[in-house]
């Protein structure tokens, strides 16, 4: 196998004409090129406004022994050995006792359920929350009317809070291990559009996800693994143990309760993986009461900003994207005078905002897009950082989520239960907006103008203007007076972290803390991957019970 890299293509260009480019690189005729992949494709705007897209890929040709390259080319070329690819690790001696249990179906919950699936653990996943096609009436209905399900909305239900977003694929994990392209593959195996494997900034949007998580949630039913909707976590029961050297709770079963009917059950296990995700507040409140060890830690707090896509484009591209460009993005970061750091987050091209609330009178926002990101307005979370220093109780491990709720409270209470919204120049004067400008929001869920920054705590309030001020710039327009601020931006990733030791396993035995929720994630990539991580754990620890179902 050839790798080719840094191969470079004005745009537009077609199949075709990549290929070729590579026939005259190798300096083959065309009959002896084999197969032809592509492993990365990014796009360079240095010299805006004619762009290029920069290729890795590999080739398979006839007689590679005898490939002459031309000298003249700056593409990096190189032979490859076979890669061997994702491996799972063998099977534990020890049979396992019982099923093991998984408390969540986002990311975390699902990949993690899937590896133990296919190799014949048979999981049983509990999803608080509906299928993924219940859950996008149920949906739709809050955003329509307000009327909240508790239990199934944009943060819980199949697919977890990632179904309802612009299911960006990037992370910045460093992953030796193949499991990041093994997510990708399971994806594209699942109906996701091939082109996640290769582009530099894969997305799969909220509309292709749903289907994707319906068809992995199928594999596993077809592995004999379960999958429980309307089925919460609400305990867990354990017994003193002596092990290496000491006493330890050890885990015995769990508690469900089983939404839709009332019904409480206890099921025996001594295998829960917690892939709660960040939004589970009264799961910790109950592991905070069943003495599970949790630490508050860090996250971040603000608004969404949203802007005209065009006007993005423009800034990124030189011009407009039209038929052959992806809508642009960004990603920005600045540092206040007061040392404060200010990012933008989940930025979603031609995307919406979202009503993403999960708690009566309590509000949140998110950033959603469809796979084809054609919507008028790009809208991105502009945060600020907040730590236990911030938040007060630094011995509380639930007090960074009393903090979010007291600002969500706020933000419900400004705008009776809608999302508040305001235009940035009127932000900057602290003042309510009374209409839009040249441009209005583009939202899941109704708003109302108001004053955005009551809802902040001075300091925080100033990090977020002077923050996008300078963000200017950088992207000029950034800060443009009629630029929509809403709020609030609160569930940028989980407030508390449930420690876990080199086995992965919490203080209590038989207890994974996996994903998001238990901090040890952030994105739909680095919570599958840490759903991997601990399927692993768990398959090199014991081995299936039964003869796994065919």
Not at 61 to 79: D, G, L, Y
Not at 296 to 308: D, N
Not at 532 to 547: D, L, R, T
């Amino acid at each position: 196998m050839i790798q080719i890299q840094q191969l470079k293509m004005k745009i537009p260009h077609s199949e075709e004409e990549l290929k070729e480019k590579v026939v005259k690189i190798l300096r083959i005729p065309p009959k002896d090129l084999l197969s032809l992949t592509i492993k990365r494709r990014s796009l360079d705007a240095r010299k805006k406004p004619e762009l290029r897209y920069v290729y890795t890929v590999e080739a398979e040709v006839r007689r590679e022994e005898e490939v002459t390259f031309r000298k003249e080319q700056k593409a990096q070329i190189s032979f490859l050995d076979p890669s061997p690819g994702y491996q799972l690790p063998k099977s534990g001696d020890a049979p396992m006792k019982s099923r093991p249990v998984i408390a969540g179906s986002g990311p975390a919950g699902l990949f993690c359920g899937y590896l133990l699936a296919q190799q014949g653990y048979r999981p049983i996943i509990l999803e608080r929350g509906e299928d993924v096609d219940a859950r996008i009436k149920t949906v739709d209905l809050f955003w329509e009317t307000g009327k909240l399900d508790r239990e199934s909305n944009v943060q819980f239900g199949e697919g977890g809070a990632g179904t309802f977003s612009d299911g960006k694929l990037n992370t910045s994990v460093k992953d030796k291990s193949g499991r990041g392209r093994n997510v990708l593959e399971i994806f594209t195996g699942h109906g996701a559009p091939k082109e996640i494997l290769y582009d530099n900034k894969p997305h799969i949007g909220t509309d292709v996800l749903s289907h994707v998580v319906k068809q992995m949630r199928q594999k596993i039913l077809s592995w004999g693994g379960e999958v429980w909707f309307s089925a919460k976590l609400t305990g867990i029961r354990t017994e003193k143990t002596w092990q290496e050297g000491r006493t330890s709770p050890v885990l015995t079963a769990v508690e469900i309760q089983h939404t839709k009917t009332g019904k409480q059950e206890m099921l025996e296990t001594d295998t829960l993986v917690l892939a709660v995700g960040h939004s589970a507040r009264d799961t910790f409140e109950m592991l905070q009461e069943e003495g599970i060890v949790m630490e508050a830690k860090s996250f971040a707090v603000g608004v969404r900003v949203e802007h005209p896509q065009n006007l993005i484009d423009h800034a990124q591209y030189g011009r407009e994207a039209g038929d052959y460009l992806p809508a642009a993005d960004y990603k920005l970061t600045a540092q206040t005078e007061k040392g404060r750091g200010v990012y933008t987050f989940c930025m979603c091209p031609g995307g919406y905002v979202v009503n993403a609330s999960s708690e009566e009178n309590r509000l949140a926002v998110n950033g959603m897009s469809y796979h084809k990101r054609d919507g008028q307005n790009a809208n991105s979370a502009v945060i600020v950082t907040v730590s236990p220093k911030d938040f007060g109780e630094e011995s509380n491990p639930l007090a960074g989520m009393a903090f979010q709720r007291k600002l969500e409270e706020r933000a419900f209470a400004l705008a009776e239960g809608k999302i508040p919204v305001q235009r940035f120049e009127d932000f900057c004067n602290n003042h309510s907006s009374e209409e839009g400008g040249h441009f209005l929001p583009q939202t899941k869920g109704q708003y109302r103008w108001r004053n955005v920054r009551e809802i902040f705590p001075k300091e925080l309030a100033e990090a977020l203007e002077e923050g996008i001020r300078r963000f200017d710039k950088k992207l000029p327009g950034f800060a443009e007076k009629d630029a929509v601020l809403s709020a609030v931006e609160s569930r940028t990733s989980s407030p508390v972290r449930i420690p876990r030791d080199v086995d992965l396993q919490s203080s209590t035995r038989g207890i994974y803390p996996c994903g998001e929720g238990a901090g040890f994630a952030g994105g739909i990539m680095s919570a599958a991957m840490d759903g991997m991580k601990v399927a692993e754990a768990i398959i090199k620890n014991k081995a299936p019970a039964g003869e796994r179902p065919v």
